[in-house]
């Protein structure tokens, strides 16, 4: 991948992060159950993770 192609993968998971965190937040406030979007958003914080990653290997 190149990194601009990363770059946007990046802006993507977190904007998927941002929506998942509001809905878990929403989930909460009527007492829904929250552990799924809790491990939406553990799988997205691995993947941006990974994707930084990827970045900072680009960057040498």
Partial sequence: ???????????????DYVR???DMDKLEYVK????????QLIRLEDEIAEVNRKLEELDK
């Fill in 20 to 22: 998942i965190q509001g």
């Fill in 32 to 39: 829904g159950r929250v552990s799924s979007a809790e491990q």
């Fill in 1 to 15: 991948m190149t990194k601009k192609e990363l770059e946007a993968q990046l802006t993507e998971l977190k904007s």
